[in-house]
């Protein structure tokens, strides 16, 4: 959700990606929850992180504590911001309680994107 709302927001001089430590397709809630948005994210994939991506990054946001502490370390050159949310992907209940907690996520991602390309841009 993170890729999908900052290649709507950044400059297209950015080079935008969704890695992880494993590679896994995008979520079909995800997928359900940006379309209400107006993004299409059904195409979008993760690629695998490691030190030789990481060493040609700028910057590197993880979401949630997971990715905060499995992600391998982060070269001193890189900027590294956490974002503390919740993954979407561990909600229980039915596919409607699962699309409320989504949504909320969604909300938080976009908010959280609005500020960090408002605070890149005025540098």
């Known amino acids: ?7 709507e927001l950044f400059d297209k001089n950015w080079e935008i990606a969704s890695a992880g ?3 896994h397709g995008v979520n079909p809630l995800a997928i359900k929850v940006m379309n209400e948005a107006g993004i299409d994210i059904s195409q979008n994939a993760s690629k695998l992180i490691d030190n030789n991506y990481l060493n040609k990054c700028e910057l590197v946001v993880t979401l949630c504590g997971d990715a905060r502490d499995r992600c391998p370390m982060t070269p001193t050159t890189v ?4 974002w503390p949310l919740q993954d979407p992907a561990l909600a229980i209940g039915n ?3 699962r699309l409320v ?7 938080e991602i976009q908010k959280k994107v609005i500020d960090l390309a408002r605070e890149l841009t005025s540098k």
């Open 101 to 107: 907690v989504f949504r909320n996520v969604r909300d």
């Open 21 to 23: 430590i494993e590679a």
């Open 1 to 7: 959700m993170a890729e999908g709302f900052a290649k």
């Open 79 to 82: 900027k590294r911001i956490h």
């Open 95 to 97: 596919e409607s309680e």
